[in-house]
């Protein structure tokens, strides 16, 4: 009974996170409701896992997790954005745009919840990785002009919502026996990032944005013409052709 509490305590955890950083933006701390964003994704990306790893998996702790996902990785980056960045912005647009990636991020989870994936895919944008970006973003709202991170803000929830696949490491085994570290690695994560609260932030921004630009780039060719995707082929086969005879 309690193995099977063990990964909604996790899941708990992230959502508890998620509510805490959306209370520290309202009190004028973004910087710090974005690092608990981070750590949050640590804790999402291990209640699975451990599930996994002690074969308790259930349909419970999985509409928990979505649930939480929406408050951690939804509602709450968007108010960060908004209370780091948006606030001197005409309001009906900080508004609407602040909305939408939270019902962005809720459509996604609807869908991955009820339609069935690729295998070793996701379809869209994870709402963590997407979360993950605009609250990092917001750390450096003074250093990127507000229309950027209005695009920026659009642009991730278009990803989410989008039909583009994006590689899913969520099958990445836990050994069993390394579960007891765990709390000792969350921990140690949460240390690092107050610490290192400028490096920490940028190394995760930049993975984080290597991974939304990877559906962009592996899906150019199928949005290309139909004309310009047989030319490119054609002018490959040739080439492959040409290497050969050599």
């Not at 409701?33 to 002690?54: E, Y």
């Not at 047989?230 to 086969?237: A, D, G, L, Q, Y």
Request: hydrophobic fraction near 55%.
């Amino acid at each position: 009974m309690i193995a099977k509490s063990i990964p909604n305590l996790f899941t708990v955890g992230n959502l508890f996170l998620g509510v805490i950083s959306i209370i520290l933006s309202f009190n004028g701390e973004p910087n710090t409701a974005a690092l608990l964003v981070i750590i949050a994704m640590l804790l999402d990306g291990l209640d699975g896992r451990v599930a996994r790893a002690l074969n308790v998996q259930s349909e419970f702790g999985k509409e928990l997790d979505s649930l939480s996902d929406v408050i951690s990785f939804g509602v709450a980056p968007a108010f960060i954005m908004y209370q780091a960045a948006f606030m001197e912005t005409p309001p009906a647009l900080a508004w609407i745009v602040t909305a939408i990636f939270p019902i962005c991020g809720a459509l996604r989870l609807a869908r991955f919840n009820v339609i069935e994936g690729i295998p070793g895919y996701f379809i869209g944008l994870p709402i963590p990785a997407a979360g993950g970006v605009l609250a990092t973003l917001a750390l450096f709202h003074t250093e990127l002009h507000v229309a950027l991170l209005l695009v920026s803000t659009l642009a991730l929830s278009f990803l989410m919502i989008s039909n583009m696949k994006y590689p899913n490491f969520k099958k990445l085994g836990l050994p069993r026996a390394a579960i007891w570290a765990i709390p000792l690695v969350v921990a140690g994560a949460a240390v690092l990032a107050f610490l290192f609260q400028q490096a920490i932030p940028k190394a995760i921004l930049a993975l984080l944005l290597l991974y939304a630009l990877w559906g962009l780039k592996k899906n150019v060719e199928r949005l290309m013409p139909r004309r310009l995707r047989k030319k490119r082929r054609r002018s490959e086969e040739q080439q492959g052709g040409r290497g050969h005879s050599a």
